[in-house]
């Protein structure tokens, strides 16, 4: 089945411990990309990345690092988590057409991050 | 980015058609309409996308205006599974902005 999954779907942590939220997809994609979504905030990008060692910055960047060292993953690092990191993430992926915008972006089904 | 407008929730009663509006005056001419909706407890799924033509699949239809400042999502029958948040988003490359959306109730 052609999915996007994320691990842990649900984590409690404290302030300043890094943490690392995977992200995998089995569609040979080479788009993928983080987002946040908050309350009255709507869904925000974080970062993106075009294919393997290709990644850029979204709309949020701050306080996150991301890696692309194979085309299925993508995990999201928090290094330093804060309060303000509260928030549901979603991993997606796609195929990358270039320019234009004809292709489906695939979700996961979102990790829910608690600072403390 | 192109900016989408749509009203902010909508009801609609079971087994009726829902028609989700969207504005998009500043459309460009190289903008794909997409539209997305996130289920309760779930990521956002793709629902339907067009550029100039009206479009059908099996989950719902896409009316576009001539002038493409607009666009209309079709949910044919509606049923209680349909609830959600729509988002109507302008594309022109990999990149998704989510605006607010319309959360859709469908009442029995």
């Known amino acids: 089945e052609a999915q996007v999954t994320q691990n842990p779907r649900y984590l409690i942590t404290v302030t300043g411990k890094k943490l690392t939220v995977t992200c995998s997809q089995n569609?040979?994609?080479?788009?993928m990309s983080w987002y946040r979504q908050d309350p009255g905030l709507g869904l925000r990008q974080i970062y993106y990345?075009?294919?393997?060692?290709?990644?850029d910055k979204g709309d949020v960047p701050e306080g996150y690092k991301v890696s692309r060292k194979e085309k299925r993953n993508f995990p999201l690092i928090l290094e330093s988590p804060s309060p303000n990191q509260t928030s549901l993430y979603f991993c997606?992926?796609?195929?990358?057409?270039?320019?234009?915008?004809?292709?489906?972006?695939?979700f996961g089904p979102g990790t829910r991050l608690t600072v403390l | 980015d192109a900016k989408t407008t749509q009203p902010n929730s909508m009801e609609s009663n079971e087994e009726e058609p829902v028609h989700l509006p969207c504005n998009h005056s500043?459309?460009?001419?190289?903008?794909?309409i997409h539209w997305y909706r996130q289920l309760p407890s779930q990521g956002p799924e793709y629902v339907i996308h067009?550029?100039?033509s009206n479009v059908n699949n099996r989950m719902a239809s896409l009316a576009i205006a001539e002038d493409r400042k607009s666009s209309t999502l079709i949910l044919h029958r509606a049923t209680l599974r349909d609830a959600a948040v729509y988002y109507c988003?302008?594309?022109?490359?990999?990149?998704?902005?989510f605006g607010a959306g319309t959360r859709l109730t469908v009442k029995p």
């Open positions: 997606a992926s796609s195929l990358y057409r270039g320019a234009g915008g004809t292709n489906e972006q695939f």
């Open positions: 569609m040979n994609h080479e788009y």
């Open positions: 067009g550029l100039t």
């Open positions: 988003i302008l594309r022109n490359n990999n990149d998704m902005r």
């Open positions: 990345s075009m294919n393997v060692e290709v990644t």
């Open positions: 500043t459309i460009s001419g190289t903008d794909y």
